[in-house]
């Protein structure tokens, strides 16, 4: 048994006691604040009066106002700008139109129809297709052989005749075509290859410089040609009669802008 007289005890709620330095430094460091300031105070009392005369400039008010009233020198980042009345009547416009839109429920088939149409031409412009052939008929060359792209007009005439004369009018639409096209390359006026379609042909005309007189009248004849040709349609007498007075029109203005051109040659 252990003798509890002879055991130490430890008690853990007793604190350490201060030593004597510990005792005495809280009041060292007022002592050496109380020193640094006396040693300020005399210091400051040691220091020669300011005898310096102040003069108070006035205030430029003049200057100042000047300044102010000039845009230039406004640095102000948060100064909204003033809207015209047309900008601000524009923009309430498009805030109503699109309110409208998007309100109507038409913005989502329109956005379906632009991003297909932006498909469609990106795809084209790949391929190298045209993509006015979407909206419009293809345009077809010219119904001509080799041996007839080496014809004549004596040779042209002969067989107008002779396919008139035998009720054959479609085909002497087309002969009549023909003859226009190569009396237009004799002027100048275009440059005549078998690859080459009507359209192509007006839009070579239309830099002539007699173009003003021949682009109507030959754009009649092309059209009553695509429509003999092309079309399919059933020429008769009558008919001919209408493309004839037509083509005879063009023939003659033709003949005389050959005419003013030899002799200006």
């Given amino acids: 048994m252990v003798n509890s007289a002879t055991t130490p005890v430890f008690d853990l709620s007793r604190r350490p006691e201060r030593t004597s330095v510990g005792r005495l430094l809280p009041a060292v460091v007022i002592l050496a604040i109380s020193a640094l300031v006396q040693a300020s105070s005399a210091a400051g009392q040691d220091l020669p009066v300011d005898s310096v005369a102040v003069t108070i400039r006035a205030e430029p008010s003049a200057e100042l106002a000047a300044f102010r009233e000039n845009p230039r020198f406004d640095y102000s980042r948060d100064k909204p700008e003033a809207a015209s009345p047309i900008s601000d009547l524009l923009s309430r416009r498009w805030r109503e139109f699109m309110q409208a839109l998007f309100g109507s429920g038409l913005a989502r088939p329109l956005l ?42 004596t040779d042209f005439t002969e067989r107008i005749l002779q396919a008139v004369s035998t009720g054959q009018y479609r085909e002497a639409v087309r002969l009549r075509f023909l003859r226009a096209l190569k009396g237009l390359e004799r002027s100048g006026a275009i440059r005549w290859t078998i690859e080459k379609t009507n359209r192509t042909y007006v839009r070579e005309l239309r830099r002539f410089d007699a173009a003003d007189s021949l682009l109507q009248p030959f754009e009649l004849i092309v059209n009553w040609f695509d429509f003999c040709w092309y079309g399919h349609a059933r020429v008769d007498k009558e008919m001919y009669q209408q493309v004839d007075e037509a083509f005879s029109t063009f023939e003659g203005l033709l003949r005389s802008v050959r005419v003013r051109e030899e002799a200006i040659a």
């Fill in 112 to 153: 379906w129809l632009f991003a297909i149409a932006v498909v469609i031409f990106v795809v084209s412009m790949l391929i190298g297709s045209d993509t006015r052939s979407v909206f419009y008929r293809k345009e077809r060359p010219l119904p001509i052989t080799l041996e007839e792209a080496v014809l004549s007009e």
